[in-house]
């Protein structure tokens, strides 16, 4: 029996940031179902919003054979080529993903434009993370183009129905990024590669370094941690938005004297870099001030690393507070250091672990993919 065509559109490789990595472990779950058809972008962002390199071809780990990267976003006559394409292609289903409204123009006119097939957005965030005028307007006109929707946070939901009218959808987990097993070292190989004693507690903040993470606060928590944890580090493994705003954290370093605890690693990592960061830590914290979800807890749990994460956005519905990691209370330090401080001195490492394993099947991308079948048939 033939297998239904769908077309999946979104960043993939050599694109680079959690949404490709997403994109293309979706594209592998739904082929699994699906005669699946991979478009992409020829050009993705302008450098006048995106200044830095946008592509990454030091690992091909997460690529998609015969992609095919149609999309030039900010080009008009491009959108109407790209949706006659797709129509061609008769699919049964078109998902797109949906993460910031720059995408508005683009996929409102390839929507409009797109027939006889019932169209699905993933938000990863139906508004962005930080807002401007005309976000809300944005999102609306693009949205209502669609007939079926995915989020991962009650916070999403509860967005989606602010500008779709009885929105038909699913609300589920963010899955899990397994796929950064990439050389399968150990945590005592990783922690030579970083030149960390093996006696260290290490905790990891990991990713794109924003206001909104709330990487401010972890270091506020860190003297108190310290005080009750001995040999305690923190690795700050990601990409500070510019020169003034690393500048800031390290004087925060500085300030609370936690020179001797502190590392940062500053710039995009490398996939084929992330492994040895994840394996090496003790505890992922993501002191996130607001969130809707997040791809770094999914790739702690891919190391089944337990995560102290604040309760915001989806978070609390990823991390199961006492069993695979803590929930605390958001822009708190004194709570953060609570929950990082418990996980310690109670040795709860290999309970939290197995408890990780345990939770595998409710974030893996099968379950994903069953999810996209029953929207695609109601």
């Given at each position: 029996?033939?297998?239904?065509?769908?077309?999946?559109?979104?960043?993939?490789?050599?694109?680079?940031?959690?949404?490709?990595?997403?994109?293309?472990?979706?594209?592998?779950?739904?082929?699994?179902?699906?005669?699946?058809?991979?478009?992409?972008?020829?050009?993705?962002?302008?450098?006048?919003?995106?200044?830095?390199?946008?592509?990454?071809?030091?690992?091909?780990?997460?690529?998609?054979?015969?992609?095919?990267?149609?999309?030039?976003?900010?080009?008009?006559?491009?959108?109407?080529?790209?949706?006659?394409?797709?129509?061609?292609?008769?699919?049964?289903?078109?998902?797109?993903?949906?993460?910031?409204?720059?995408?508005?123009?683009?996929?409102?006119?390839?929507?409009?434009?797109?027939?006889?097939?019932?169209?699905?957005?993933?938000?990863?965030?139906?508004?962005?993370?930080?807002?401007?005028?005309?976000?809300?307007?944005?999102?609306?006109?693009?949205?209502?183009?669609?007939?079926?929707?995915?989020?991962?946070?009650?916070?999403?939901?509860?967005?989606?129905?602010?500008?779709?009218?009885?929105?038909?959808?699913?609300?589920?987990?963010?899955?899990?990024?397994?796929?950064?097993?990439?050389?399968?070292?150990?945590?005592?190989?990783?922690?030579?590669?970083?030149?960390?004693?093996?006696?260290?507690?290490?905790?990891?903040?990991?990713?794109?370094?924003?206001?909104?993470?709330?990487?401010?606060?972890?270091?506020?928590?860190?003297?108190?941690?310290?005080?009750?944890?001995?040999?305690?580090?923190?690795?700050?493994?990601?990409?500070?938005?510019?020169?003034?705003?690393?500048?800031?954290?390290?004087?925060?370093?500085?300030?609370?004297?936690?020179?001797?605890?502190?590392?940062?690693?500053?710039?995009?990592?490398?996939?084929?870099?992330?492994?040895?960061?994840?394996?090496?830590?003790?505890?992922?914290?993501?002191?996130?001030?607001?969130?809707?979800?997040?791809?770094?807890?999914?790739?702690?749990?891919?190391?089944?690393?337990?995560?102290?994460?604040?309760?915001?956005?989806g978070l609390p519905d990823v991390v199961d507070d006492g069993s695979t990691g803590y929930v605390v209370e958001a822009g708190n330090a004194a709570k953060l250091a609570e929950g990082i401080v418990d996980y310690f001195i109670r040795n709860r490492e290999k309970e939290f672990a197995e408890n990780i394993r345990k939770e595998a099947d409710r974030f893996s991308w099968d379950r994903m993919a069953d999810l996209i079948a029953e929207l695609e048939s109601c």
């Amino acid at each position: 029996m033939d297998r239904k065509k769908i077309v999946l559109i979104g960043p993939v490789y050599p694109y680079k940031g959690g949404i490709a990595h997403y994109t293309s472990l979706m594209y592998r779950a739904l082929c699994r179902k699906y005669d699946v058809v991979m478009v992409s972008y020829k050009f993705q962002y302008p450098r006048l919003l995106y200044k830095k390199e946008q592509r990454d071809y030091s690992n091909d780990n997460f690529k998609i054979d015969d992609t095919n990267y149609w999309i030039h976003t900010a080009d008009p006559f491009n959108w109407i080529g790209t949706a006659h394409k797709i129509n061609r292609l008769a699919p049964a289903l078109v998902i797109l993903q949906w993460w910031h409204p720059y995408f508005a123009p683009c996929y409102w006119m390839m929507c409009r434009l797109l027939k006889n097939t019932k169209i699905l957005f993933v938000c990863h965030n139906v508004f962005p993370h930080e807002r401007f005028p005309l976000d809300r307007l944005l999102t609306r006109a693009v949205l209502k183009r669609g007939s079926r929707y995915i989020v991962q946070s009650e916070t999403d939901a509860e967005d989606l129905r602010t500008v779709v009218k009885n929105p038909v959808f699913r609300q589920t987990v963010h899955p899990t990024y397994n796929a950064f097993k990439i050389a399968g070292i150990s945590g005592e190989e990783a922690r030579k590669i970083l030149g960390i004693s093996q006696d260290k507690k290490v905790l990891l903040f990991f990713g794109f370094i924003r206001e909104y993470k709330g990487l401010s606060y972890l270091i506020q928590a860190m003297p108190e941690v310290i005080r009750q944890v001995e040999d305690t580090e923190l690795l700050v493994v990601g990409d500070f938005s510019g020169p003034e705003d690393r500048q800031r954290y390290l004087d925060m370093i500085q300030e609370y004297a936690l020179g001797d605890h502190v590392t940062v690693y500053d710039g995009y990592i490398p996939d084929q870099e992330v492994e040895k960061f994840f394996a090496a830590c003790n505890l992922v914290v993501l002191p996130y001030i607001s969130a809707t979800q997040s791809g770094i807890a999914q790739i702690a749990y891919g190391f089944e690393k337990p995560v102290v994460a604040t309760n915001v956005g989806g978070l609390p519905d990823v991390v199961d507070d006492g069993s695979t990691g803590y929930v605390v209370e958001a822009g708190n330090a004194a709570k953060l250091a609570e929950g990082i401080v418990d996980y310690f001195i109670r040795n709860r490492e290999k309970e939290f672990a197995e408890n990780i394993r345990k939770e595998a099947d409710r974030f893996s991308w099968d379950r994903m993919a069953d999810l996209i079948a029953e929207l695609e048939s109601c």
